[in-house]
């Protein structure tokens, strides 16, 4: 199955890009995706601490929070859109 990812402010530096399509087996999640995306003990740096996701990622999937589905456990299905982006304030 494909699934397209989509990478906002400095993810776009790290990932090389604003968007890449990744091809994962049936029945693979989030967690699966994020290993096959750290291709490099930066990359995986910046995604993980400890072997969890670091606080200030935001993760969502086809516009959802991923804390407001199984979290690293969400099911992927082919087409969806997973977007990573960093947490972020205002004031």
Not at 11 to 17: L, T, Y
Not at 19 to 26: D, H, P, R, S, T
């Amino acid at each position: 199955m494909k699934v397209r990812v989509k990478f906002f402010a400095y993810f776009r530096e790290v990932f090389g890009g604003r968007e890449k399509a990744v091809n994962l087996a049936q029945g693979a999640t989030v967690l699966d995706l994020l290993n096959a995306l750290a291709d490099s003990t930066r990359v995986r740096g910046e995604l993980f601490e400890k072997e969890q996701l670091k606080p200030h990622l935001v993760l969502m999937k086809n516009e959802t929070k991923m804390h407001s589905l199984k979290g690293l456990g969400t099911a992927l299905e082919d087409g969806d859109v997973i977007a990573i982006f960093p947490l972020m304030g205002g004031g």
